[in-house]
């Protein structure tokens, strides 16, 4: 009876297994070649198995073409690069068999409230700005003095510089005392959680998007590519490209419609992947169509640089060049009263606003490539944009006097 009982419970569970891997798909194709949204959405959802729900959004609101291609991407992945072309939020619930597609900005189903202690980081930023911090000044007549923040408040606000998404979640922070409070969904709290880390640790580090986006590039390096395309749609040549290199390619709703109408002739010398992208995104830009590119799940995503959708960053330390930049402006001191005398010191000459000033001119007049923002919290700066802007902007650091960590 019980060899029976045995068998018949194997029996069960096997035909349980069964049903999940039907309805559950562990891995799914995106094809979409210049269909609608909607279509697209339909498609992915009846790959999953599942129902597709539009929340505040309705057929004619998704982009008139959609270009998103990859293969046997998982379902988290697939429905993540679905909504990088649709240029909404999108999420997959297994559990229910459903796929959502939410306006951006919108808080997902399943949201949940995190609260983060930032006592630390917080700690820091006092002691910056007791040793480097500008003097306030005196409110003018007729004039309202700017309200005081804490260093929970400051850094709510450079949080959300670092983490917008012009197309994804919101992230607006309830501060209580140093914590700070987010309801969002769990990869948007995992995002808050890494750059909590990354402005914690000791030297800073790059975010997993742009160390994605670096290794997609040595890929599209390391491959060959060559050929003759006639005729041929911008994204199938963007498509033969990323394939060369074992990556998918998704193109952002405001780059798509021109992409996909677009033919051209493409002849690149022979050579890597990279340099075919390269000498493609070039020629564009000599039609004036930007286009910057980022990388989420294995896949380029190309999109309009205006549409900002970038999300990688690096955080420097630069405790070591504010000092530097302190002794410097102490050098220079004057006795009291010259005329061309100088009595100053980096406070007043501006704290880390004098390495931010100086990298934004810099990174303007050298053209730096694709997005890129600065932003600095205390003795850490931020910049965000793709691997090409934080190479330049690093370069640019080291000129003035930072220095890699360990060397």
């Known amino acids: 009876m019980r060899t029976l009982a045995g068998l018949t419970l194997i029996a069960v569970l096997a035909l349980t297994i069964q049903a999940q891997d039907k309805s559950a798909p ?13 279509e697209a959405a339909a ?11 539009l929340h505040e959004l309705d057929e004619q609101s998704l982009p008139a073409s959609c270009w998103a291609v990859r293969k046997k991407a998982t379902p988290p992945a697939a429905t993540a690069l679905l909504g990088q072309a649709l240029g909404c939020q999108s999420l997959y619930d297994p559990q229910s068999a459903t796929l959502h ?28 700005v007791n ?44 501060v209580v005392g140093d914590r700070l409070l987010y309801t969002t969904d769990e990869s948007s709290h995992s995002r808050i959680r890494e ?8 030297h800073g580090g790059e975010s997993a998007a742009l160390k994605d986006e670096r290794a997609a590039v040595e890929k599209l390096k390391e491959a060959k590519f060559s050929g003759e395309l006639t005729g041929t749609p911008v994204a199938s040549v963007l498509t033969e490209i990323c394939a060369a290199a074992g990556l998918g390619v998704v193109l952002g709703p405001e780059f798509a419609e021109f992409a996909c109408e677009e033919h051209i002739d493409f002849k690149p010398e022979a050579g890597s992947a990279w340099e075919a992208l390269h000498s493609l995104l070039v020629r564009m830009r000599e039609q004036d169509i930007r286009v910057d590119f980022t990388v989420r799940g294995d896949a380029l995503v190309l999109e309009s640089e205006d549409a900002g959708v970038g999300s990688g960053y690096r955080v420097y330390d630069i405790s070591d060049l504010l000092k530097k930049l302190e002794a410097s402006y102490q050098r220079q001191r004057t006795a009291p009263g ?5 009595e100053g010191d980096l406070r007043r000459a501006g704290g880390n606003q004098v390495v931010l000033r100086s990298l934004d001119e810099q990174l303007e007049a050298a053209h730096a490539p694709g997005n890129s923002d600065c932003m600095v919290f205390g003795n850490r700066l931020i910049v965000r944009g793709g691997n090409s802007a934080v190479n330049a902007a690093t370069q ?8 890699e960590p360990g060397k």
Do not use: C
């Open 43 to 53: 498609d992915l959802a009846e790959s999953l198995g599942a129902r597709l729900v």
């Open 396 to 403: 640019i650091l080291k000129e003035m006097g930072w220095e």
């Open 131 to 174: 040793s480097y911090g500008i003097a306030r000044q005196p409110v003018k007549p007729g004039e309202e003095a700017e309200p005081e923040r804490t260093a929970a408040e400051h850094l709510a606000g450079v949080l959300e510089e670092m983490l917008w998404d012009p197309r994804g979640a919101e992230f607006d922070a309830s």
């Open 195 to 202: 750059a909590l880390d990354l402005l914690m640790a000791e």
């Open 26 to 38: 562990t891995r799914v194709d995106l094809a979409a070649y210049g269909v609608s949204g909607h």
């Open 338 to 342: 010259k005329v061309e005398g100088y």
């Open 101 to 128: 597609l939410y306006r951006p900005g919108a808080v997902l189903g399943g949201s949940k409230v995190k609260g983060y202690d930032v006592s630390v980081l917080a700690g820091r930023f006092v002691e910056y």
